[in-house]
Nanobody, 115 residues
Framework: QVQLVESGGGLVQPGGSLRLSCEASGRILGIYPMGWYRQAPGKQRESVATINSGGSTNYADSVKGRFTISRDNAKNTVYLQMNSLKPEDTAVYYC?????????WGQGTQVTVSS
């Protein structure tokens, strides 16, 4: 069993920054793809940024140049540095780890961008 715990969300003004963290624990025997997703009220969950086992990254067009995903394999932790935040970035942010055919999700952390 694998558990993911996100942290770092909160309320921030437009133009501000936040750094999200997601620590994975449990039966993790290798380095697996991880990613950040978000879901705003009334909208479907969408991919924000992903990072594979080799460190290659992908970003949604809406966050390119503003968000950076990174990982610390020794700590089984993935980060999302979010800069130049906009009100439309407001959502619950979830992290995911994919191990073979299984996807494991965290409980989510709220990010609110408002003045």
């Amino acid at each position: 069993q694998v558990q993911l715990v996100e942290s770092g969300g909160g309320l921030v003004q437009p133009g501000g920054s936040l750094r999200l963290s997601c620590e994975a624990s449990g039966r993790i025997l290798g380095i697996y793809p991880m990613g950040w997703y978000r879901q705003a009220p009334g909208k479907q969950r969408e991919s924000v940024a992903t990072i594979n086992s080799g460190g290659s990254t992908n970003y949604a067009d809406s966050v390119k140049g503003r968000f950076t995903i990174s990982r610390d394999n020794a700590k089984n932790t993935v980060y999302l540095q979010m800069n130049s935040l906009k009100p439309e970035d407001t959502a619950v942010y979830y992290c995911k780890m994919s191990i073979w055919l299984n996807d494991y999700w965290g409980q989510g952390t709220q990010v609110t961008v408002s003045s």
